[in-house]
């Protein structure tokens, strides 16, 4: 009897190198704006949120708060907090793939690869960023309907608090991806973490005069510190008077100092660099 010989064929899986590594971050990132492009009622929906607290309560609450206002429309100083939630709510729900994925057997396939871990969240970062700068833009877009000028310095401003805030929320979307098991319990925390989160941000109301219980929740919550600097920001391209900058932008204060924009740009990109270390550190010692 003659024994069947199959053919061996020889595979050979490459080394890993920082090209092979930057390589992987760009497939998952790709593959996340994909997905995103793909879906174009997701893409309506993510934007429904902004443009209701921008147009609707900031046009039905106009009447109530134009006497201390001192003539600034009220939709102008929601513009630059609905900018950053815009950013928020994108980010994190673009952290979602990541459970999704793991909810959908996906993620195995990514982890079998030649590529460690640390790519795959970066991609995802990196992906989830794009995605919320994106929603962004589109709202920056609509600036003079809120009376905000199209000032190159305005807009390239902007649009970099932007892509900072994009990869520092979706690093804290991570972190909590990474140690839930179920799309639904994200959903719930994230609406848990965040919606109290902007609310205390400042970006429907001056941060002066506070009560010292919301003071105190103000100076602690990440977000104000991308809010108060995308308000100075735009405030300093608008024509408004003295008293109205007063009390529209105070800014934020530590016990009377009030934070350089600086120092809250920093504090922003530490908080992200952190985050994403914490989220890669649980990552790899999971699955």
Avoid at 59 to 78: C, E, N, R
Avoid at 90 to 95: D, H, I, N, Q
Avoid at 223 to 230: F, G, H, Q, R, S
Avoid at 255 to 281: D, H, K, N, Q, S
Wanted: aromatic share 8%; net charge positive.
């Amino acid at each position: 009897m003659s024994a069947a010989v199959a053919d061996v064929i020889a595979a050979r899986i490459p080394e890993r190198s920082w090209r092979s590594e930057a390589r992987a971050v760009k497939v998952v990132a790709q593959r996340e704006l994909l997905r995103f492009i793909g879906n174009r009622a997701q893409m309506a929906m993510w934007l429904i949120q902004p443009l209701l607290f921008l147009f609707v309560l900031g046009s039905g609450l106009q009447s109530l708060s134009a006497a201390s206002t001192h003539g600034v429309d009220l939709k102008t100083f929601m513009f630059p907090g609905v900018l950053c939630i815009t950013v928020v709510f994108t980010g994190m729900l673009s952290a979602a793939s990541l459970v999704w994925d793991r909810e959908l057997g996906f993620l195995n396939e990514f982890l079998v690869a030649p590529v460690s871990r640390t790519s795959i969240l970066l991609g995802k970062c990196l992906g989830g960023s794009l995605i919320a700068v994106s929603q962004a833009v589109v709202i920056l877009a609509l600036a003079p309907l809120v009376d905000v000028p199209y000032d190159p310095v305005l807009i390239l401003g902007a649009l970099g608090l932007v892509m900072l805030l994009a990869l520092t929320i979706t690093s804290f979307g991570l972190l909590i991806a990474v140690s839930i098991k179920q799309a639904q319990t994200f959903t719930s925390t994230m609406q848990l973490l965040v919606i109290p989160m902007y609310f205390v941000s400042g970006a429907l109301y001056p941060v002066s005069g506070l009560p010292a219980w919301l003071g105190v929740l103000n100076r602690i919550d990440p977000i104000t510190y991308a809010v108060d600097p995308m308000r100075r920001l735009v405030f300093d391209h608008l024509d408004i008077s003295a008293a109205a900058r007063a009390t529209l932008d105070p800014g934020v204060t530590w016990f009377g100092w009030r934070v350089p924009t600086a120092l809250e740009v920093a504090m922003l990109a530490m908080l992200g660099l952190g985050m994403m270390a914490l989220a890669i550190a649980r990552f790899s010692r999971t699955e």
